[in-house]
């Protein structure tokens, strides 16, 4: 039996730990998001080793899939956080994390935030503009706490990857101007309550060229070596997220030549780095069960209609995403072009378009993969749709892991006023 990951046995059926795919769907109904903890242990491990010739702490980035049931096992883990609200911080602390292993990033962090955050002494605030700073000192002489500081820096990098999560240009809303950091790093020692502890970068996600993550942490490190040499401290060098996974044939994501670059650039130093790796560390734990709900043919294309639909997977229609989508059962029989569709009424309503896929009959199931990261965190209840189900495998085991809310449900959240 396979440890990790999703499967095929001896009769082409999808696998996990041992059941099937297809008594899952069964037991749960579909559309079902199947997440495998074995995958994720077996990932986290590895990156533990891609960190080993370092001072290096990992700190998942939540919004890759902020489920309690995820947080909680990467937590056990011994894995950090990096989050970018105070819901996700919620998040972490009701699955057990320490505050002290919990990195806040973002560009539009509030005040109440900043508040909640510093009341519960998390690790470090990493801050994205002068403005910020100016808040979080505001809140901090208020409540005459100290908050650590890293100050994020937008390296202009263009690294390649689609242009909605290229965080590192200087056009995007992240990070401090390059040149600006030098002073304001300085500036921070004169302020009462605010403890400079380093800087960071994080240039963007689903990165595959890795000279751009050479590139950006040798700028990073020169611009802190170049505040060592006069005299300041700086204990911390926050490396963001961004490593490449690959969506159309399951290969494991290239961690030996990340190894290699931090290696080159940070063995023997002393600094401490913080690494803040999501899809990687969970997007090909996870998978997407639907069911054909018709096969539609007009005399242009064919049209596979599923239940699964962007409410609950935006991804294709946000980065027009790649996923692979394979029958639950059975693959070697012949194939067509067709796109794969939810039910939902836009045009932009798609699984993929002008796929090549297995012909596949009403009713059938199919599993939609890699879909553990960005995927149901995104979710929403457009067209008055429920969500999804979600569930983990966890030692042999399944375990519903969030219920979605009914259509009572959604309807008892709204109000009908009178309006005579
Ligand atoms: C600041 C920060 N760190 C880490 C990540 C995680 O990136 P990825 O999921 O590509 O590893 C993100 C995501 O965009 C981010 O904005």
Redesign the pocket.
């Known amino acids: 039996m396979h440890s990790s990951g999703f499967y095929r046995n001896n009769n082409e059926e999808l696998c996990v730990q041992g059941i099937l795919v297809s008594d899952l769907a069964k037991k749960y109904g579909t559309p079902l998001f199947v997440y495998d903890s074995g995958l994720m242990k077996e990932r986290y491990n590895v990156f533990l080793d891609t960190v080993a010739n370092v001072k290096g702490n990992i700190h998942y980035?939540v919004?890759?899939n902020d489920s309690l049931a995820i947080v909680s096992y990467f937590t056990k883990l011994g894995c950090g956080a990096?989050i970018v609200s105070i819901g996700e911080f919620e998040k972490c602390i009701a699955a057990g994390m320490s505050p002290q292993k919990i990195i806040f990033?973002g560009v539009g962090k509030k005040n109440s935030e900043i508040e909640v955050a510093l009341k519960n002494k998390i690790l470090q605030f990493n801050i994205e503009s002068q403005e910020e700073l100016e808040d979080i000192y505001k809140v901090s002489s208020k409540l005459k706490m100290t908050a650590n500081v890293c100050l994020r820096v937008n390296p202009n990098i263009a690294p390649n990857t689609h242009k909605k999560?290229s965080?590192g240009e200087k056009e995007t809303k992240f990070g401090i101007d390059f040149k600006n950091v030098n002073s304001i790093y300085k500036k921070l020692h004169e302020l009462d309550y605010i403890n400079p502890v380093g800087l960071a970068v994080?240039i963007g996600?689903?990165i595959f060229d890795f000279n751009f993550f050479y590139q950006a942490y040798l700028n990073l490190k020169n611009l802190a070596d170049e505040l060592v040499n006069s005299g300041y401290n700086v204990p911390t060098l926050d490396l963001?997220?961004?490593?490449g996974i690959h969506y159309d044939n399951n290969k494991a994501p290239n961690f030996s030549k990340y190894k290699s670059i931090i290696s080159d650039l940070f063995t023997n130093t002393d600094y401490k780095l913080n690494f803040?790796?999501?899809?990687?560390l969970i997007a090909e734990a996870g998978i997407l069960i639907t069911k054909v709900i018709r096969n539609k043919k007009t005399k242009d294309k064919n049209f596979i209609i599923v239940d699964a639909a962007m409410n609950n997977l935006i991804r294709p229609t946000l980065y027009e995403a790649f996923h692979n989508i394979e029958p639950i059962n059975k693959t070697n029989r012949s194939k067509i072009l067709t796109d794969v569709v939810g039910p939902i009424c836009e045009t932009g309503d798609y699984i993929a378009l002008d796929r090549k896929i297995n012909k596949v009959e009403n009713d059938e199931l199919l599993a939609i993969r890699t879909t553990g990261?960005y995927s149901s965190v995104m979710r929403s209840n457009y067209n008055t749709r429920p969500d999804a189900k979600e569930i983990i495998i966890y030692e042999n085991k399944d375990y519903l892991i969030r219920e979605p809310e009914t259509i009572r449900d959604l309807i008892l959240k709204e109000k009908v006023i009178k309006y005579d």
């Open positions: 980035a919004k890759a990096d990033s999560i965080t994080h996600s689903q963001g997220g961004g490593i803040e790796p999501g899809r990687s990261a």
